[in-house]
Each structure stands twice: as structure tokens, then as C-alpha cells.
């Protein structure tokens, strides 16, 4: 009898051993529930509660994919919704300010060297530009001291600052980078007056950096070198992760310093942090799952839940329940929740106003501004380097002086050059009239003003696939251009019914004829094209 019980004595404590760096051992009691199942895309992220609803992104992560949609879920309906849809190579961490929810992406067909965001008060919807750096990603938006912070990068890693919701920015931070590299910073935690940051330099690891509204400099007592994630502010100070094989082991950065508060444990994999103001949870991946754990100061961790079916990517609080984001069995995304029961009616009111439009420039001399477009298109010249720089300045002063409905659009004609020039960088070509038609329907959605001829919805898709997904099709514009006018005739409309399923077009192609289609129509039908069809036919009926 003695000796089977030092046995078991023995067995609770390897148990124990195994269980995980400085763990509260309390057996799990709940199995989170799977709430919503989303595609095409395969991965589920950046949720965040806003107005009585978690919303989240459906996208592809990894790769240059021109695809990413956001869904909203009501926990006490369970109600999964399409929201809208982002030509982004995948989409940033969300950032509440104001009462509006604003969502930062790459978009490379508006953005042309600038950020692109998109701002919702839960109803209506504004496509904003951050030109005040140059840049593609936009990886997350933050609030600090007020303001509201896009983080930039792609070429230089950068701070954008907003003190007026979005409409006008102000370069707070240019991160110095040789010409031709590349520097990021792709992940950002505000606690009290410092900002901590994860940035990659070329050629270097990852850096552990703070800003303090001016300088930004190394985190003392972190060693430059290992990468790590998650980045979550947590009763004033910032905790992240980082780890490899041996398992994760837990930071803190305090006071302004660094150090580490656990210890690895072999199959702790963390993936990503969030804090509830009480707690600090972690999700964790296994090979058969997940799990949920919670700590009140990060080194002592309690288990709280596990989960199957796929595996996870981020974690997230609202509305005091718990939530995981991830993959799949299916290969599609998948959306976990640790929610109570009875989950709690969260006050509503009028939704807050959206920010007014952007001016970035008093209004100029629209006549003369003509002729010199007129002449700028007709020169192969200025659809190279500087020169179409030039001629996106001409466009952009011309969509910022209020000019006529027919301005921009009564120059879509067939009569530019048709040499091929060189673009990104000189690793593809494109045709010097289309591109002069994309950088006219460009400015035709930033105006606001202006009719998208239909043609453009009926152009095969030939282009070759290549690994920066960045095309300068004027298809892709004018799709972007109508959400912007809200061109919502039946004959737009229909001609974007029509391109549903269209034989040899991508993937990510479809995605953006089906968030046209909601953001124009109001519908959200998300990817089911019947459903879509039908809708259209009874309408004309």
C-alpha cells in the first residue's frame, strides 16, 4: 500500500513539473466554446469588442495576399455578420479612439506610397489616407496621450500622428534605414507615457524599442536578438513573449527596463497576450489544441480553458469574455469564446459621428491644373519614376480642389502612351496608359466625384501572378473608386453581379467584387454568390 502511494506521490509531481512555468495547478473546467467559422481566408485576428459586438479579420498572414474581410459576432445571439471588405495585404491591430473604431491596412493600389485606414462608427464607413510618410503597412494604430498613432513601415519604419481623428497626420518618428531597405515596426504596447515597440532593422534582429513622444531608443535589460510576440500593456507595463523549442518564457518591461519572470517550459507555446485590466491571459498552442491560461503579474499563470479544432493565433477581451482566434481543421478561420452565459446588453446610443473629409491642401487653380494634365499624359516620360511622382501630384491637387463631377473622368480615353514602364522597383512592367487610367480613377475616389465607366468591370484578368500580389490593372481602381462615389446605379451594380465567379480571376479578386458589392448595396451576402444572384434578380423584378 506504502509503495503504491509514494507511486502516485511521484506521478502528481512530474504532472505538476510538466505543467507550466510558475503555474497555479487547478484542473481546467471549461472547454471553450467555437462561435463562429468564417472563409474563405484562413486565419482568424485582431478581434476587438466595439458598440456590443466583437469584431475580427479574416485574412491570410505570411504571404502578399490582396484579401482581408472583417466580421462582427453578437455573444448573446451568436449572430456572425460580414462587415467589410479590404484589398490589404492583411490588416492591422484595431484601435478605438474617439468612439470610432479605426482599422489600419496595406492597401497597394490607393495607398502609392502612403497608409490606408478605415474608420466605422458601427454603421457607416470612411476610407482615410496617412500621407505623411512615405510607406505601405500600416501595422496597427494605437491611442497615446490622446492622439491616435499609426504605426508605419515598408520602407522606413515610422510614427504617424493624428490629433483630429484621422483627417490630417504628422510624421512623429522616421526611423533611419539605408536607402533601398527595409525597417518595421509591427508590434506597439502604450503603457503611461512610453510606447514599446517591436522593430527590425535589415540585417539585424529583432530590438525592443521605446518612445516617448520624440526619441526612440533600446529597452535596457533586453538583449537585442531573440524574436519575440505579443506585446500587451498590462497594470502599467508592457509584457511580451519569447521563446523556441525549450517553450516561451515571459517579459515584463517595467520602470523602463526589461527582464524576464518565468522560466521556459518545453510545449508552452505562447502565441499571443491580452490583458483585461485584472488579468493577463495567455493562448497557448498544443498539437492537439489550444489552451487559455491567466496570471494576475504574469510569473504565476493559472489554466482556464482548453479548446480543439484547430489552432490558435491571438487572444483577445471584450465584454468580459474571452476570446481565440485562429485556424481551422478546415482550413479556414475559426473564432473560440470563453463567454458567460447570460453575456450582459452593452448600452448603445446614437453612434458617434465619422470624421469629416481629409484636406491635405488648399484649393488651386483648377484651370491651369487641367492643362498641365492634359500635356503630363500625352509624355511617355511622365509615367517614369519622377515624373510619376509628378503626375500623382497633379491627381492628387486636382481631388483636393473640389473639382466637377466630370473632371478627372472626361480624361479616361483611350489616347495616352502605350509604352511598357517599369514599376516596384523595375521587377515588372505595365503599360504607360493603363497606368495613367489607375492614377485618374485613383483620383476620382479620393474627390469623391466622378462617374466609373462600366467598362472597366468587363476587363479579362491576364495579368501573371507574382510574389509581391501589387498590380496596376485599372480594374482594381475602379473597383475601389465606385465604393467611394457610392456608385450604386442598377447598371454598376449589375456589372459587378456579373463579374461573380468570373473564370481566371484570383482569388482574392472575387473577395473584392463581393465587399464592393456590400459596401454599395448595404447586403451582406459575404461570398455567396447565389445568394447574391438571387437577391439581384428579385430586385429587378
Same mark, same amino acid.
Given at each position: 500500500?506504502?509503495?503504491?502511494?509514494?507511486?502516485?506521490?511521484?506521478?502528481?509531481?512530474?504532472?505538476?513539473?510538466?505543467a507550466?512555468?510558475?503555474?497555479?495547478?487547478?484542473?481546467?473546467?471549461?472547454?471553450?466554446?467555437?462561435?463562429?467559422?468564417?472563409?474563405?481566408?484562413?486565419?482568424?485576428?485582431?478581434m476587438?469588442?466595439?458598440?456590443?459586438?466583437?469584431?475580427?479579420?479574416n485574412?491570410?498572414k505570411?504571404?502578399?495576399?490582396?484579401?482581408?474581410?472583417?466580421?462582427?459576432?453578437?455573444?448573446?445571439?451568436?449572430q456572425?455578420?460580414?462587415?467589410?471588405h479590404?484589398?490589404?495585404?492583411d490588416?492591422?491591430?484595431?484601435?478605438?479612439?474617439?468612439?470610432?473604431?479605426?482599422?489600419?491596412?496595406?492597401?497597394?493600389?490607393?495607398?502609392?506610397?502612403?497608409?490606408?485606414?478605415q474608420?466605422?462608427?458601427g454603421?457607416?464607413?470612411?476610407?482615410?489616407?496617412?500621407?505623411?510618410?512615405?510607406?505601405?503597412?500600416?501595422?496597427?494604430a494605437?491611442?497615446?496621450?490622446g492622439?491616435?498613432?499609426?504605426?508605419?513601415?515598408? $520602407?522606413?519604419?515610422?510614427?504617424?500622428?493624428?490629433?483630429?481623428?484621422?483627417?490630417?497626420?504628422?510624421?512623429?518618428?522616421?526611423?533611419p534605414?539605408?536607402?533601398?531597405?527595409?525597417?518595421?515596426m509591427?508590434?506597439?504596447?502604450?503603457?503611461?507615457?512610453?510606447?514599446i515597440?517591436?522593430?527590425?532593422?535589415?540585417?539585424?534582429?529583432?530590438?525592443?524599442?521605446?518612445?516617448?513622444?520624440?526619441?526612440?531608443?533600446?529597452?535596457?535589460?533586453?538583449?537585442?536578438?531573440?524574436?519575440?510576440?505579443?506585446l500587451?500593456?498590462?497594470?502599467?507595463?508592457?509584457?511580451?513573449?519569447?521563446?523556441?523549442?525549450?517553450?516561451?518564457?515571459i517579459?515584463?518591461?517595467?520602470?523602463?527596463?526589461?527582464?524576464?519572470?518565468?522560466?521556459?517550459?518545453?510545449?508552452?507555446?505562447?502565441r499571443?497576450?491580452?490583458?483585461?485590466?485584472?488579468?493577463?491571459?495567455?493562448?497557448?498552442?498544443?498539437?492537439?489544441?489550444?489552451e487559455? $491560461?491567466?496570471?494576475?503579474?504574469?510569473?504565476?499563470?493559472?489554466?482556464?480553458?482548453i479548446f480543439?479544432g484547430?489552432?490558435?493565433?491571438s487572444?483577445?477581451?471584450?465584454g468580459?469574455?474571452?476570446?481565440?482566434?485562429?485556424?481551422?481543421?478546415?482550413?479556414?478561420?475559426?473564432l473560440?469564446?470563453?463567454v458567460?452565459?447570460?453575456?450582459?446588453?452593452?448600452?448603445?446610443?446614437?453612434?458617434?459621428?465619422?470624421?469629416?473629409?481629409?484636406?491635405?491642401?488648399?484649393?488651386?487653380?483648377?484651370?491651369?491644373?487641367?492643362?498641365?494634365?492634359?500635356?503630363?499624359?500625352?509624355?511617355?516620360?511622365n509615367?517614369?519614376?519622377?515624373?510619376?511622382?509628378?503626375?500623382?501630384?497633379?491627381?492628387?491637387?486636382?481631388?483636393?480642389?473640389?473639382?466637377?463631377?466630370?473632371f478627372?473622368?472626361?480624361?479616361?480615353?483611350?489616347?495616352?502612351?502605350?509604352?511598357?514602364?517599369?514599376?516596384?522597383?523595375?521587377?515588372?512592367?505595365?503599360?504607360?496608359?493603363?497606368?495613367?487610367h489607375?492614377?485618374?480613377?485613383?483620383?476620382?475616389?479620393?474627390?469623391g466625384?466622378?462617374?466609373?465607366?462600366?467598362?472597366?468591370?468587363?476587363?479579362?484578368?491576364?495579368?501573371p501572378?507574382?510574389?509581391?500580389?501589387?498590380?496596376f490593372?485599372?480594374l482594381?481602381?475602379?473597383?475601389?473608386?465606385?465604393?467611394?462615389?457610392g456608385?450604386?446605379?442598377n447598371?454598376?451594380?449589375?456589372?459587378?453581379?456579373?463579374?461573380?465567379?468570373?473564370?481566371?480571376?484570383?482569388? $482574392?479578386?472575387q473577395g473584392?467584387?463581393?465587399?464592393?458589392?456590400?459596401?454599395?448595396?448595404?447586403?451582406?451576402?459575404?461570398?455567396?454568390?447565389?445568394?447574391?444572384?438571387?437577391?439581384?434578380?428579385?430586385?429587378?423584378?
Amino acid at each position: 500500500m506504502r509503495k503504491c502511494l509514494w507511486c502516485r506521490v511521484f506521478l502528481i509531481a512530474i504532472c505538476l513539473a510538466l505543467a507550466g512555468p510558475g503555474t497555479s495547478h487547478s484542473a481546467p473546467t471549461r472547454q471553450m466554446e467555437i462561435l463562429a467559422r468564417v472563409g474563405p481566408w484562413p486565419v482568424v485576428s485582431q478581434m476587438i469588442g466595439y458598440r456590443g459586438r466583437v469584431w475580427f479579420a479574416n485574412s491570410v498572414k505570411g504571404i502578399n495576399h490582396n484579401s482581408a474581410d472583417l466580421w462582427s459576432l453578437d455573444p448573446r445571439t451568436r449572430q456572425v455578420r460580414y462587415e467589410r471588405h479590404l484589398f490589404s495585404q492583411d490588416v492591422g491591430d484595431p484601435v478605438i479612439h474617439n468612439g470610432l473604431l479605426y482599422w489600419p491596412f496595406e492597401d497597394s493600389r490607393t495607398s502609392l506610397g502612403w497608409g490606408s485606414m478605415q474608420v466605422t462608427n458601427g454603421e457607416g464607413w470612411r476610407f482615410l489616407l496617412v500621407p505623411s510618410a512615405t510607406m505601405f503597412h500600416i501595422h496597427l494604430a494605437a491611442e497615446w496621450q490622446g492622439a491616435l498613432v499609426a504605426v508605419s513601415s515598408a $520602407w522606413r519604419a515610422g510614427l504617424q500622428v493624428s490629433r483630429d481623428g484621422g483627417r490630417n497626420w504628422v510624421e512623429a518618428y522616421d526611423h533611419p534605414t539605408p536607402d533601398r531597405r527595409v525597417s518595421r515596426m509591427s508590434e506597439l504596447a502604450v503603457a503611461g507615457d512610453l510606447a514599446i515597440g517591436r522593430l527590425r532593422e535589415p540585417g539585424e534582429k529583432y530590438r525592443l524599442a521605446r518612445w516617448d513622444g520624440g526619441v526612440l531608443s533600446d529597452v535596457p535589460g533586453w538583449t537585442q536578438g531573440p524574436y519575440f510576440t505579443s506585446l500587451a500593456a498590462h497594470r502599467g507595463a508592457v509584457y511580451f513573449a519569447h521563446g523556441g523549442t525549450d517553450g516561451s518564457v515571459i517579459n515584463i518591461v517595467k520602470e523602463g527596463t526589461a527582464r524576464t519572470i518565468t522560466e521556459p517550459r518545453e510545449g508552452w507555446q505562447v502565441r499571443d497576450l491580452a490583458s483585461d485590466g485584472e488579468r493577463l491571459w495567455a493562448v497557448v498552442s498544443k498539437p492537439e489544441g489550444g489552451e487559455l $491560461w491567466s496570471s494576475a503579474a504574469g510569473a504565476e499563470w493559472r489554466l482556464e480553458a482548453i479548446f480543439t479544432g484547430g489552432t490558435p493565433s491571438s487572444v483577445a477581451i471584450a465584454g468580459g469574455a474571452v476570446y481565440v482566434g485562429g485556424t481551422g481543421e478546415d482550413e479556414r478561420g475559426i473564432l473560440w469564446g470563453l463567454v458567460p452565459v447570460h453575456p450582459a446588453a452593452v448600452p448603445q446610443g446614437e453612434p458617434p459621428e465619422l470624421p469629416t473629409a481629409q484636406t491635405f491642401a488648399e484649393p488651386e487653380d483648377l484651370d491651369r491644373l487641367g492643362v498641365e494634365l492634359d500635356e503630363a499624359l500625352q509624355e511617355p516620360v511622365n509615367f517614369f519614376d519622377h515624373g510619376r511622382v509628378v503626375l500623382r501630384g497633379l491627381v492628387h491637387s486636382i481631388a483636393r480642389s473640389n473639382p466637377p463631377a466630370d473632371f478627372l473622368a472626361s480624361r479616361l480615353g483611350p489616347d495616352m502612351p502605350q509604352d511598357e514602364v517599369p514599376v516596384i522597383g523595375g521587377s515588372k512592367t505595365v503599360v504607360a496608359g493603363d497606368l495613367g487610367h489607375w492614377i485618374l480613377l485613383w483620383g476620382i475616389g479620393l474627390s469623391g466625384k466622378g462617374t466609373v465607366p462600366i467598362r472597366y468591370f468587363d476587363r479579362p484578368w491576364t495579368a501573371p501572378e507574382h510574389g509581391s500580389e501589387k498590380y496596376f490593372d485599372p480594374l482594381l481602381m475602379a473597383l475601389w473608386a465606385v465604393t467611394q462615389t457610392g456608385q450604386a446605379d442598377n447598371e454598376t451594380i449589375g456589372a459587378l453581379i456579373a463579374r461573380l465567379d468570373r473564370e481566371g480571376d484570383p482569388d $482574392w479578386l472575387q473577395g473584392d467584387v463581393v465587399g464592393v458589392l456590400a459596401a454599395l448595396t448595404g447586403e451582406r451576402f459575404g461570398y455567396d454568390t447565389a445568394a447574391w444572384r438571387a437577391w439581384w434578380l428579385a430586385k429587378l423584378n
